[in-house]
């Protein structure tokens, strides 16, 4: 069932970037708060989506078929991925870190990942806006961390 996959793409997506941020407050330090708390939100974000499950089978949620290509989330999934491995094979600065996490979150602003939603109870819809507003907000703080850094 398509919508299962896509419920399964989100979430592995929230937990693939949990752990990414979750090397960089290992490598890094004195940002050690700042990842934990990007780390806490992405798995708080799976969490959430998890709950989605239920709601799938009794067919309370459809996607978009139209509007959702699995390709996009994807491809940030596996970017994710290799940031992750080249992150344990090279140094990196905190530059380069907040730039990739900069990247990350608004690849999945500029892909609409959370706008795929059409016919869901109005709770869920609530899920996915506060997810999307949390995704917004890691962007700025990562953004607004990268500047002060220059």
Known sequence: MVQFKLLELFIKNEYSLAGL?????????????FWSDLTSDEISHAY???????DVQKGNILFSSERFEEEPIEMVINHIQEKKVETQKKDITIKDALS?????????????????FWE????????????????LE?????KKTLDNLA
């Open 21 to 33: 941020y979750k090397i960089y407050a290992g490598k890094f330090p004195k940002f050690k708060d």
């Open 138 to 142: 890691h962007r700025d703080k990562v």
């Open 100 to 116: 990739v996490a900069l990247e990350i979150e608004s690849e999945m602003i500029e892909e609409k990942c959370f706008d795929v």
């Open 120 to 135: 869901i109870p109005e709770e869920l819809k609530d899920v996915f806006h506060k997810i999307k507003k949390e995704t």
């Open 48 to 54: 959430m989506i998890e709950g989605f499950y239920s």
